[in-house]
């Protein structure tokens, strides 16, 4: 290796130190703090302890803002992995506007969140509609994820031979029963991915929920109160709960992606399947 081979891989180092480093080091040292004994978020260690865990396990608040988030979060990644499989499947033939409708799918990726969320918050104050969990933060969950859930599913369906569909309603299958029988297992990986990522998008999302929340409150909105109003290492420990139950959602979804692959390989090179 040459001398500018090393004096790049050096930088590059430095630099992927760098931003790993601006990363993780901030939740590193969260996760260390809610272990401290101390009544305050900070240093110098006091002690080990679980004491803040079983507090944020035992706070009525919290876990009631934790159901609101899942409740949301399941009902936002149904209805966007619902959108954007009909959407995928309608790009698959022509219509007219198409590329219109792209774009007008993609817009909300370029938009900054806090402009979408202060948009749609003057329309409910201008129109007189009450905001709240399922109405307001609902639909403007919706419009971040349904782009990603298209953008998740698109792919698989792109890929998928319409010339199969066709040869199976040639032999009588109805178009449904085409659609559910050979198409969907097929393109299911796709909705499982788009299903999970939309769900904690939502599971996690601050901005929109912030302007559109109304009186309620989801996990983000509660923590967020309490780091204004009372912040303690509660918080540090509710926090990273959160950030695990995210991460075993993630963690699920590639192992039930993994495991759907697996079984596709094995069907395809097993003699008799």
């Excluded at 918050?121 to 969990?133: P, T």
């Excluded at 782009?147 to 569909?165: K, M, S, W, Y």
Aim: include cysteine; hydrophobic fraction near 55%; proline fraction near 5%.
């Amino acid at each position: 290796m040459t001398a500018p081979q090393n004096v790049t891989r050096i930088a590059f180092t430095v630099v992927a130190a760098v931003v790993l480093s601006f990363l993780y080091v901030p939740v590193l040292t969260l996760i260390v703090l809610s272990f401290n004994d101390s009544v305050s978020i900070s240093l110098p260690w006091v002690g080990f302890t679980l004491r803040w865990y079983g507090e944020a396990l035992a706070n009525v608040g919290a876990f009631n803002a934790f159901v609101n988030s899942v409740k949301l979060g399941i009902c936002v990644g149904i209805i966007s992995t619902l959108i954007g499989l009909l959407t995928a499947l309608a790009f698959r033939r022509a219509i007219a506007g198409k590329s219109l409708v792209l774009a007008s799918l993609l817009i909300p990726l370029l938009i900054p969140g806090i402009v979408l969320a202060v948009a749609q918050a003057v329309l409910w104050n201008v129109a007189g509609w009450i905001m709240n969990l399922w109405t307001s933060t609902l639909i403007g969950h919706l419009i971040y994820t349904s782009p990603f859930a298209f953008l998740t599913i698109f792919p698989r369906v792109h890929r998928f031979d319409p010339n199969i569909e066709s040869a199976a309603m040639d032999l009588g299958a109805l178009p449904l029963v085409a659609f559910w029988t050979i198409v969907l297992p097929q393109i299911a990986p796709g909705l499982v991915a788009s299903f999970l990522f939309c769900f904690t998008l939502s599971f996690d999302e601050f901005v929109r929920t912030l302007f559109l929340i109304g009186s309620q409150n989801t996990l983000p909105i509660y923590l967020w109160s309490i780091i204004l109003n009372n912040p303690s290492p509660q918080t540090s420990a509710i926090a990273i709960l959160s950030m695990s139950f995210s991460l075993v959602i993630v963690a699920t979804g590639s192992m039930l992606l993994r495991q759907r692959r697996l079984i596709g390989r094995r069907s395809i090179t097993e003699p008799g399947s």
